[in-house]
């Protein structure tokens, strides 16, 4: 307020949280008594008033705030244009101007003579903890209950707003399976859920004001969890696995056991501030107890009970050194300083970037300014260059010769010809035979183009030139990359890696047509275009076998079972089902010791899982309504994806259970699976 005056109007940017600019803009009005008029700007109409509005504010010196610049530039302008051409201004007029955080919007002489309030909410769990203690609790709000779970149960869904919002800051792989569902939580599920629980708490003080004991009557903790987690949080939610993972993490904070003194928030030794639970405690002295958490100590992974992991990256020391780097790029260079690593490439990388900020970092509205940073440049100038003719030499010996159609069909035949799972296995080596295909023939034709540069430009295609340019560049090719479908790795995966990878699909493959579907030991899911389809054959023949053999048509669901057996050691498949194998799970370790789920070490590889088996069985039976086969009553579904970067529509769930661990300990983590290790 010191920097502005009746001339310099106060700028409020926000990216979608235009009530809280609101809100901001009243409590200032209120802690100056400073008399206040709010103008909604809606795109037309409200010129007339709003002049008459910003006449009598001019005159008699009361605040004006013009909401939402962004519907209306050219009459905020205008406004704008007034102020200085009045003669008679008072000097108590302030003229206040709420707009999204987008220069475009802003009219330019605004953006630079105006004083500037970013008023999101808070991206670090400790900002939130203190905006929320600031704002929201005071000494009616301490004194409202008497109960001792009263303010450490206000702590908790004020953490618990800031960790959901945590996750979805996240990779996919390791927070929300749809993190854009949970772009639009901000200020008002957090009131909602503090009002959830004032009024549960109200409710006990006003039940027992007649002489009862209050710490007789117990708090409604699954009544509470039920309206934040479905209610509140949960109309923001499409996918049944983020569900899953909400109601777990509400369990975790709203619970009698997270309201005591000792609780204790594992791998990050965070504790409830002691001050909670005095007798008689001030705001000022929980807003200072907060100020004493390390910054970005609870901005981490485990703050919101996931696994910490080298995906786990929420994205601000990207964003801090790319913006550095930014700063140096630009900066004017003399004869006697040069601060820049690698001049400026002539031509353009239309390639992704080596070093790129996450889309959900802390400043969303500066990532996609398209600059140009040299330390993307200075890693592919540190790389140790390799000629194109010494990249396409050594990848042609890996690429195994693909199957003729002749070749194709004679097997087809000899391993019980025009089955369903024939056909489906001849699409998958059609596909298979489009990318070998294609793979061979750009490598053969870049490789003998290097060898007779006079014929460079005749002798390749288009795309063949955009391919040599990304594997000079140690790039997978798009295009292969968009052949190989939802199999293709991470762009910053070698190709040596990936063509390494595809003999070992292709021996996979004429294993299959070398033994068929009655002899095959295990399936490598990993290894098909569509894995969906195999499951959906052999679940087919599963319920032809069910009713020849019962005569009822049941609805049959997998029954998943996680073996002891190593795939090496297979030579015959099982009596019942199909052995599966090539499945990784994320935000776990697996014993082969006991053969149990663990805890993995932090920043920790996927967890490759030993032989799976998978029998069929009816829905009865898997939910334990029968004897039939022995269900644990408590398991997670944990999902299992083609892999992190794949659409989000599972190949089949893999039925997770421990003694004595709940289910949901693997729903709060995030647990997810993947039959390719990325």
């Known amino acids: 307020m010191s920097q502005s005056s009746c001339v310099t109007p106060i700028l409020l940017l926000f990216t979608n949280e235009n009530q809280l600019a609101l809100s901001t803009f009243t409590e200032h009005c209120k802690r100056n008594n400073a008399v206040y008029d709010v103008i909604n700007l809606t795109g037309g109409g409200e010129e007339r008033g709003a002049r008459r509005i910003m006449d009598e ?30 003669q008679d201004l008072h000097p108590d007029f302030r003229m206040w101007i709420s707009s999204e955080a987008d220069s475009s919007l802003i009219p330019t002489i605004i953006l630079h003579s105006a004083v500037k309030l970013v008023v999101d909410l808070p991206k670090s769990m400790k900002d ?226 080596q070093t790129s900020i996450s889309s959900s970092s802390s400043h969303p509205w500066v990532i996609d300014r398209g600059i140009f940073a040299s330390h993307t440049h200075a890693l592919l100038k540190s790389k140790k260059e390799v000629e194109l003719w010494e990249v396409c030499y050594n990848a042609l010996p890996k690429i195994p010769k693909a199957w003729g159609k002749e070749y194709v069909n004679d097997r087809i035949r000899k391993i019980g010809g025009q089955t369903p799972f024939n056909l489906f296995l001849q699409q998958e080596l059609r596909q298979l035979y489009v990318l070998l295909t294609e793979i061979k023939k750009s490598l053969t034709s870049i490789k003998s183009s290097v060898e007779s540069l006079d014929q460079f430009g005749d002798r390749l295609s288009d795309d063949d030139v955009i391919i040599a340019n990304e594997l000079s560049r140690s790039r997978i090719p798009r295009h292969w990359v968009e052949l190989a479908g939802e199999t293709a790795p991470p762009s910053s995966t070698p190709v040596s890696q990936w063509l390494s990878d595809i003999p070992q699909r292709v021996a996979h493959f004429e294993r299959i047509l070398a033994l068929g579907r009655e002899k095959i030991p295990a399936y490598w899911l990993g290894a098909f275009f569509n894995p969906h389809g195999l499951l959906s054959v052999l679940k087919q023949e599963a319920i032809k076998h069910h009713v020849e053999k019962t005569g009822v048509v049941d609805n049959l669901l997998f029954h998943v079972e996680v073996t002891q057996r190593d795939k090496d050691h297979l030579r015959d498949p099982p009596s019942e089902g199909f052995f599966l194998h090539g499945v990784y799970l994320w935000g776990c370790g697996w014993d082969k010791t006991s053969g149990e789920m663990v805890d993995a070490p932090a920043k920790h590889a996927p967890a490759s899982l030993p032989v799976i088996h998978i029998t069929f069985v009816t829905e009865s039976t898997k939910y334990g309504t029968t004897s039939e086969v022995p269900r644990p009553i408590d398991y997670y579904p944990c999902p299992v994806f083609m892999t992190c970067t794949s659409s989000k529509k599972p190949v089949f769930e893999l039925d997770v259970s421990r003694e004595s661990i709940p289910s949901s300990r693997w729903a709060l983590r995030g647990l997810t699976a993947t039959i390719r290790p990325y």
């Open 128 to 353: 939130n903890l203190l905006r929320f203690a600031s704002t929201s609790i005071d000494s009616d709000v301490i004194n409202a209950s008497s109960r001792p779970e009263w303010l450490p149960c206000l702590h908790n869904v004020c953490l618990l707003h800031g960790a959901i919002r945590l996750r979805s800051r996240l990779p996919s792989c390791v927070g929300w399976q749809e993190s854009e569902a949970f772009t639009g939580i901000n200020n008002e599920e957090l009131k909602a859920s503090v009002g959830v629980v004032t009024r549960e708490f109200m409710e006990i003080q006003g039940s027992t004001e007649g002489g009862g004991n209050i710490m007789l009557k117990n708090i409604s903790w699954a009544g509470l969890r039920f309206q934040i987690s479905e209610l509140i949080y949960g109309r923001h939610i499409t996918n049944i696995y983020d569900q899953q993972s909400l109601n777990a993490l509400v369990d975790y904070w709203l619970a009698a056991s997270s309201v005591k003194k000792e609780f204790e928030l594992p791998r990050v030794k965070y504790r409830l501030p002691p001050v909670l639970f005095a007798p008689s405690v001030k705001p000022t002295s929980i807003v200072q107890s907060i100020d004493t958490i390390p910054n970005h100590a609870l901005d981490v992974a485990e703050a919101c009970n996931l696994h910490p992991s080298s995906e786990a990256v929420v994205g601000d020391d990207q964003y801090i050194f790319t913006r550095l780097n930014t700063i140096y790029d630009f900066l004017p260079e003399t004869s006697s300083l040069s601060h820049k690593l690698y001049p400026r490439p002539p031509t353009s990388l239309d390639l992704p970037p």
């Open 57 to 86: 504010a001019m005159r008699n010196g009361s605040w004006v705030l013009l909401h939402n610049l962004q519907c209306n530039p050219p009459l905020v302008q205008s406004m704008f244009s007034r102020i200085h051409e009045e």
